[in-house]
DNA sequence: TGCTCCTGATTGACCCGTCAATCGGTTTTC
DNA sequence: GAAAACCGATTGACGGGTCAATCAGGAGCA
């Protein structure tokens, strides 16, 4: 699965070119009305070739979920590491999320719409990675807590569920949208975030 | 559509004993997997009855999803005519959601698995519907803005995505445990919720 | 009561389009 | 020259929706 060979001369990397072809059309018809043909249609290559590269169509889209929910996990990792404000560190976990959108708002619609959203396919398949990183936002929490910072009546996982889940929901109205989203509103998504939910945390 | 038609005699209600049938097994096996014959088959029923009663298979989770949402927004709605505090009317609206969950676990399961968050296939389809109660909710919003209740900082439509996205996940994680849920639990997620939210609109 | 007719519910075999995946071949590259 | 990359026609499973046939019970009639 590592392969990713050191790509030939002057090649493009066709493997790659599948893979971004499979973020558009993903984003624009839904995984599951894609056929692997519109992959490679849009990909400008051969309908063969997606399974030169790839097992099957499943696997495409697990490429893409992993090669970026990985990212995510680290930054929430790295964001613990800090000695920031337990505040400051949900920000940054927030953060992330909306920065991701605003790098490659198709790339995360897919990744919403057909994995973390997805309870009876691709959800269930990567739960184990999609837990891993509500564990590490209740972990913020919880530190959060025990350094006084956050009130503590509140199960941590709980707060981690609303959080992300709050983050997802706003990201979800863009994706239906579809419309351009102003940098400035990236800003303002994540304050309001943090402000309500962390506010809402602090000790009475 | 509402045909319903007064059964003869004992006969029961088969399209009750349909609809029924394809809430077991849409929660079971998803939507997208489960097949007309399965639903025929849960309901002990031939395979062409379904389309006697209904004209595709689409049309059977729409009567599902609609039975219920149509619900929703009534509940809504009677919460904002209330001369509770704007709180409390957002604990309604979270403890009506949390109280559809208590009631059919498998329905509410189908129902935000396929439709709320199915971005590409009948959440575009229902979106209108959908956004009718993320409406209702900022309404409030707005509303205990004005009150001086909540703080005016914030736009009511973003709290309310929060409000709810944050409802959602608390039930995501339900169904994806697929676990009986105590009682208590239910009391317990709502007073979180409305705790967390709601003091975090309080102003300062 | 017994018979026929009629209506609409019920049945399930079958048609038919749709893809995912395979495979045998051709071209490129080293 | 051989291995890897590339091509796209072909296959075969699969499942939604159709429809002609059957069945059951009520109405009309004598």
Redesign the pocket.
Same mark, same amino acid.
């Given at each position: 699965m590592e392969q990713r060979?050191a790509?030939? !001369? $002057?090649?493009?990397d *066709?493997?790659r070119q599948i893979l971004d072809a499979a973020v558009t059309v993903f984003a624009r018809q839904g995984f @599951?009305?894609?056929?692997? !043909?519109?992959i490679?249609d849009e990909a $400008?290559?051969? #309908? $063969?070739?997606?399974? @030169? #590269?790839f097992? !099957? *169509?499943?696997q495409v889209l697990n490429e893409l979920f992993l090669e970026r929910w990985s990212l995510l996990l680290a930054a929430i990792e790295e964001a613990e590491k800090t000695d920031a404000s337990h505040r400051d560190k949900l920000g940054a976990c927030a953060g992330f999320i909306f920065e991701s959108y605003r790098h490659d708002p198709r790339l995360m619609k897919v990744i919403i719409v057909e994995v973390t959203r997805a309870a009876n396919s691709f959800g269930r398949t990567h739960l184990e990675e999609i837990r891993r990183a509500y564990a590490g936002i209740a972990r913020i929490v919880a530190d959060g807590q025990e350094a006084g910072e956050f009130r503590a009546d509140i199960d941590p996982r709980f707060a981690s569920q609303a959080f992300y889940g709050a983050i997802e929901q706003l990201l979800t109205e863009w994706i239906f949208d579809d419309v351009e989203v102003a940098d400035a509103r990236f800003e303002e998504a994540r304050n309001l975030l943090v402000t309500t939910i962390c506010d809402g945390l602090e000790p009475r």
């Open positions: 060979a790509q030939r !001369s $002057g090649a493009v *066709k493997r @599951h009305a894609t056929r692997v !043909s519109d490679a $400008g290559v051969a #309908y $063969g070739l997606v399974y @030169h #590269y097992n !099957s *169509k499943d």
